[in-house]
């Protein structure tokens, strides 16, 4: 009864250094989704996934890849880290559309 | 565009008393509506939605929200606020209608920081 496990935590990364953000679920969920969350503008939506091998841009896609090779995993990766993306970083998945979505705890990022 | 509004940053609240966070939404079609909570620290928790059916939903923790089509609101209530429901309050819609362009994501507003005092 995991649900959606986020690694790392905590991380702190230099200006201009990559890093993948992992996350997995073990739910069987369809769609999956990165979201940033910053203080004062709630959640913003950086990629999706609506089944392994299918992916999509949120609103907020620059600075960030992501592909799903399969169901159960969908890191997202940091191409070269700017301090603009320091956030805390929300996977969610979903069985299907018309269904709230199960959140991990989160990435606590802070570019410096 | 769609797009959700929480027209308050932060409520303040008397324990005992009763509670309500708002939310209206603008979306193509019938809406599919969520709220979820926040702890400190915390990944967000679903409370309840809204689908079909009865405008007044029950959720979570003694929550419920009450649809409003022609108002386009989805305002969260509880009866008797608790010091432990302080926390951040997030309303989102999802319109089933557009599957096709949005892939059903879940559209947030910016919260709204409940707070219940002793």
């Known amino acids: 009864n995991a649900g959606v496990t986020q690694t790392p935590k905590f991380q702190v990364l230099k200006t201009g250094q990559s890093m993948t953000l992992q996350c997995a679920q073990d739910m069987n969920h369809e769609y999956m989704s990165w979201y940033r969350q910053d203080p004062g503008m709630g959640l913003r939506l950086i990629h999706y996934?609506?089944?392994?091998?299918?992916?999509d841009q949120g609103e907020v896609p620059n600075g960030y890849n992501v592909s799903r090779s399969t169901t159960e995993d969908f890191p997202l990766r940091l191409l070269s880290a700017a301090p603009s993306q320091t956030s805390v970083y929300f996977c969610a998945s979903s069985y299907s559309k018309g269904y709230g979505y199960t959140f991990g705890s989160g990435t606590r990022l802070t570019v410096v | 565009a769609q797009s959700v509004a929480q027209p308050e940053d932060q409520v303040n609240v008397a324990e005992g008393n009763p509670l309500t966070v708002k939310c209206t939404y603008s979306v193509s079609g019938n809406p599919y509506l969520f709220w979820y909570v926040q702890y400190p620290n915390r990944g967000l928790q679903f409370l309840l939605k809204y689908i079909t059916g009865d405008n007044l939903v029950k959720g979570s923790y003694g929550f419920e929200a009450e649809f409003n089509k022609s108002q386009t609101s989805f305002h969260l209530k509880k009866p008797s606020a608790l010091v432990s429901d302080s926390a951040l309050y997030f309303c989102?819609?999802?319109?089933?209608?557009?599957?096709?362009?949005?892939?059903?994501?879940?559209?947030f507003g910016k919260g709204t920081k409940l707070s219940v005092k002793p």
């Open positions: 989102a819609v999802r319109d089933h209608m557009n599957y096709g362009g949005s892939q059903g994501n879940l559209i």
């Open positions: 996934s609506v089944g392994a091998g299918i992916t």
